[in-house]
């Protein structure tokens, strides 16, 4: 069964960190960029962070320096190290890939609040 399991998500106060997981399907997630969105009330989604196979990423500039996506291939993982958090992170983050041209899979998402 193909399936992104996040984890990770909860309540933090400002200028704190959480570390968000989701474990992939080894079908879906070996040799595949991974991407991180994430969706605020009332917002569009937006890329966060990307990974690609190899290790690259990039990141939305709202999170450049504060962010860090990573991977573990034997685990099947992608990870997004969130350090420095601001009320304005408050959204549920979902992971997606890709795996093939028009066909995509996400995560159930998880909840990350910024507050005092």
């Known amino acids: 069964q193909v399936q992104l399991v996040e984890s990770g998500g909860g309540l933090v106060q400002p200028g704190g960190s959480l570390r968000l997981s989701c474990a992939a399907s080894?079908?879906?997630?070996?040799?595949?960029?991974m991407y991180w969105y994430r969706q605020a009330p009332g917002k569009q989604r937006e890329l966060v962070a990307a990974?690609?196979?190899?290790?690259?990423?990039n990141y939305a500039d709202s999170v450049k320096g504060r962010f860090t996506i990573s991977r573990d291939n034997a685990k099947n993982t992608v990870y997004l190290r969130m350090n420095s958090l601001k009320p304005e992170d408050t959204a549920v983050y979902s992971c997606?890939?890709?795996?093939?041209?028009?066909?995509?899979?996400w995560g159930q998402g998880t909840q990350v609040t910024v507050s005092s």
């Open positions: 997606w890939v890709e795996p093939s041209v028009g066909r995509w899979y």
């Open positions: 080894g079908s879906i997630f070996s040799g595949n960029a």
């Open positions: 990974i690609t196979s190899g290790g690259s990423t």
